[in-house]
Every structure is written in C-alpha cells, then in structure tokens.
C-alpha cells in the first residue's frame, strides 16, 4: 500500500488513533462513517427538498438536525457511472465506467470496470485504519465493475432496503472489529422502479385511484414475491418491469391520472426507505454510536417522470440531475441549508477532508469547508454525461444550462434555469443563446481534453469485460434487474 500513499497529497494524514482537528470541533477519536446511497431518488420529492406529500419525515428530520445542501449535482443518469465518480472523485469523461457500452458487433455490449490503479475512498479509509463494509443492491454496484476495491466486506445480494438495513444493522452490532472506526456503504434499490410498495403505503399518498396500475402492482409484487420463494439468489425487478410495467407504460391511454399515480408509487418507496432509515438513526442512538458517527445521505441519480415526455434515468434533465445530499457530522453544524453548488465528486475529498485525511491527487472534487458555506456564490461549472444514443452532455455554468445531443438532427438546448427550473423555454435561437451553446462547446472541449489527460496521468484506463465473462450468476443479476433486455437502460 506504500504506492497507495504515495499517490495522496499531503493534506494532513492522520490516522484512526491519532488526534484529529476537523475544523469542526476536533472528535475525540476517529469517527465512523456511514454514506447512504438511495439509488433513484431525486432531491425534489423529499419533503425538506419540497414535497408536501410527506414521504420522507426522518430524512427532513434528519437534515433540520444537519446540513442540508440544496444544489447537489449528480455527474451522470446511470448508477455504475455515478458511483465510480463518488468513489474516485473523477468525472466519467475521466474513469469511463459506463453502466454498459453499446458495440456495433455480434459480441454484444461491454461492462467497463474500475482499474485496479484507481483509487477509491474505501481504499484510503482501510489504509487510514477504518474497517470497511459494503451492504449494496448488486446489479451496477459490484465486484465485477471494480466498485468492491477497498472494502473488507461487501455484500451485494442481500435484497431490498428492509433486509439490507437489517444487515448493517446486524454487520455493525456483531460482525466488525471492535478495535477500530468502521465505514460503511449502504445503497438501496428502493426507490428505482418497478415500484412495489404494499396497498398501505401507497394508500397514504393515492388512496382513491382505480386505475389498471394499482391491480398491476398488485399482481406484480405476489409475483415478486414467488419468484424470490423460487429463486433467492435473483432479482425480480426485471422480470415485474417486462410483464407488469412496461405495457401499461407504453399503452396509448396511459393517461396523467396514471402517470400522477406513479408519483404517489414513488413517494411510497422512500416513505419505506425513511422507515428503514429510522431504524438505522434508532439503532445507533441505541448503540451509543450516534455521537461518534458521520452520516452521509446522498443519491446517484434521480428519475424522469414524464417531465420531458419520458420515464427513466438515462438523460441529463435536472429531475434526474438533481440529487438530494445531507450530512450529520457530530459536533458539527445543525440546521444549516447550503446553496453552494455540489457534485458528487465533491463527496470524497470534502470527508477525507473532515478527518483530516489525505486526498488522493487524482481526485478532481471541492473538498468543502463543512462549517460555512463560501461567503460569496462562485459560478461553478458542472458537466453531466449521459451515453445513451439519444442523450450526451450538459454544461451548467451557474443559472445556464446548455444540452448537447449525439444526433444532429437535435441541436443544442439552452436554459435560464433561474426562471425556467422545468427546462421547458430553449432558448437556443436567441443571440444570447447561440453565444452560450459557443461558450458552453468550448468549456466541454476543454473539460474532455484535461479529463482525457487526468486518464493518462492516473492511469484511470477501465477494464472492459464482454458479457461472456460475466459469470452465470452475475449475468443472472443482470438480467434480474432488467439490464440486460432493456434497451434503454
Ligand atoms: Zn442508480
């Protein structure tokens, strides 16, 4: 691990032991982390982001006792790709960690993974000292797309938040090593469709709707539930997606009424994932380790809800850019909403940067002052990626935000997002527009030749895998959670 080290900056260095000053109260000794990814799950219908449905009451809880960052960037729509930047803190034109690239060949597509040359934030942790855990949702987020490097445990096939939280649970009050702080991933497939909440939950956010989707998900979840009964080590959601969504989805008379019970759908996952969440918040509280435990919550994309006449993640529309990000740090600010402009890649340097840690030099993210916002607002540019074939990049430069797509046919998009937040009036064919798609080419030119470069220096090249390494049961995962026959995933 000496090479390991060799390759972090100077920023500090201690270690688990040793004393540390935060720049918020110095810990008394080296805390645990716990950063909770909700995959899905898009800022704006959490209460505390502004929905008044109510899902989410321990997360708004949870962030009037933290921080709460209002502009939270996630870089791509994909879940591999998201992760890999929160990782590696680089951007995707750098690690090239695509949920899958599409081959113009018999062989089919390939599943690009992290190098091992990477460097990940589990891997600076376990060499700090931290004991590293994993509890993932599997699919894009696993061993074979090199996302496991630096953790001692990761479990990726436990299924659905109320056993994995369960297993957190489990793995922090038996499984670690006692000796030491402990960091600890902890994703979530809830809230990514198909959404199966139970006839309660959903009847706390659309009880009078009786439309063909609320016997669709009916049916879809006895389904699932036998097919778990038959076959544990795989996921339903592919499967529930083919036969009991997607022909609803795309029937002619899939009307607002339906598309409006799809948000209440929705918003009863994350009352769920809040629900598992508690117990988590709970569990801690009891455990004593709540005052010696930073806490991360954050997302890897949002979702597409017909917004811009499409459902899913995979293009780079602010509902699916925008992601929530909220902290608790002991000893550290309460009740604080932040307006400075964050990314995901941001995640990684800002928390080595809380314990004092060194950051590795190849990461491109802020590392943030966590106890005050900077004083004055800097334009701070974001690029979102999408590799779709009907979806490319995006530039954010403050309130701008320009679109570029893969096909001709569709020129550039320009947004005032300070008066148009929907991305509903291009103003592409304004003077003031084409100046800002020119300016915004420029900036990602630049952007893809320093991130091309940032590959070379760090040699951050990924591995590819065809499908036909996979093995069987990782290609089972797939298939399970409806990767592998989508076409637009
Ligand atoms: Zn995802």
Known sequence: MAALLCLLSSCGGSSPGSEANTGTGAFEEPPNVILFVIDTLRADRLGCYGNPANPSPTLDQFAKEGILFERMWAPSPYTATSHASLFTSTYPATHGIWNRQRL???????????????????????????????????????????????????????????????????????????????FMFLHTYEVHYPYLPDEEMINRFDSEYQG?????????????????????????????????????FEREDFSDRDKEFVFAL?????????????????????????????ILVTADHGEELWEHGYFGHHRVWDEVMHIPFLAQIPGGPEGVRRSDSMDLVDVMPSLLKLLEAP???????????????????????????????????????????????????????????????????????????QKQIEQANQTLESFLQFSSQLRKTWNLFPVFHGLGSFTSE?????????????EED
């Open 359 to 433: 950051i590795p030099q190849a990461a491109v993210g802020e590392a943030i002052n966590w106890l005050q916002a900077p004083a004055q607002a800097v334009e701070r540019v974001h690029i979102h990626q999408a590799n779709w074939p009907k979806a490319r990049d995006a530039v954010r430069t403050g309130e701008t935000k320009v679109h570029f797509f893969p096909d001709e046919e569709f020129p550039p998009q320009v947004f005032n997002l300070a008066i148009d937040s929907n991305e509903a009036n291009d103003l592409a064919p304004t003077n003031a527009g």
């Open 266 to 294: 929705y918003d009863a996952e994350i009352a769920i994932v809040d629900r598992e969440f508690k117990k988590l918040l709970q569990f801690l509280k009891m455990a004593n380790l709540d005052e010696n435990t930073v």
């Open 212 to 248: 063909p989707l609320r016997k669709a998900v009916s049916d879809a979840r006895i389904f699932a539930e036998d097919y778990i009964a038959k076959f544990p080590e795989k996921s339903p959601i592919g499967p529930v997606q083919k036969q009991f969504f997607k022909p609803l």
């Open 104 to 182: 113009d060949s018999k062989d089919g597509d390939i599943f690009p993974a992290l190098p091992d040359s990477a460097i990940t934030l589990a891997e600076v942790m376990s060499e700090l000292g931290w004991e590293t855990a994993a509890i993932a949702g599997g699919g894009y987020v696993n061993e074979r797309r090199g996302l496991a490097q630096g953790f001692d445990y990761f479990d990726s096939h436990t299924f659905g938040a109320v056993n994995r939280v369960g297993r957190a649970i489990d793995w922090i009050k038996e499984d670690r090593d006692f000796s030491r702080p402990f």
């Open 474 to 486: 990782m290609r089972s995962e797939l298939e399970g959670l409806g990767y592998l026959d989508n």
